[in-house]
């Protein structure tokens, strides 16, 4: 999964989580500000079309913008595209252990096999975000659940409570020049 031969120094780390979250953050803000404008604008049938169509495509451009690799995941994906890959799927249960026993979470940074830098941050789930990622019958509603379900049949993405660990941001830096 990681890199054992190189290292990065402690300055390094710090300098990628800094890096790292004014990513994230920049992206996340980019992904909630267009979607709080279509739910404004056409209500939860045009968010979730928004999702669907197009938060991969400004991830990407995001991930242009930085020239880095941006990825949201979760052990519970509603996106296919969005499936963790191996290191990510780790960093998640990790997450998720260290949530469970109600210890901080923390953004971290590891190398990969290639000796790339590798920014793992968690995303907590907002009260906001409960219309469409809550319990089914409470704050999810049956027809919301099925404008989801006609886009993403597969979805695991619901059951969440406010604080809940949703998934990470998985942010992929080129190699360190040396």
Known sequence: LYSCNTTLSEKEVAAYKEKGLTISKSTGKELSGILMTKMKEGG??????????TAIPITQQMSENYDVTIK?????????????AENERFILKEFDAVKRNGLPLESKVLLDVDGNPHYYAPIFVEKKCLICHGTLGKELSKTTDSIIKSHYPNDLAIG?????????WSISFAKPKS
Not at 72 to 84: D, E, G, V, Y
């Open 44 to 53: 939860i049938s045009q968010a979730i079309t928004f999702c669907n169509v």
């Open 72 to 84: 949201r995941t979760s052990l519970k994906t509603r996106n296919p595209l969005n499936a963790p």
């Open 160 to 168: 969440f409570k406010e604080g809940d660990l949703r998934g990470i």
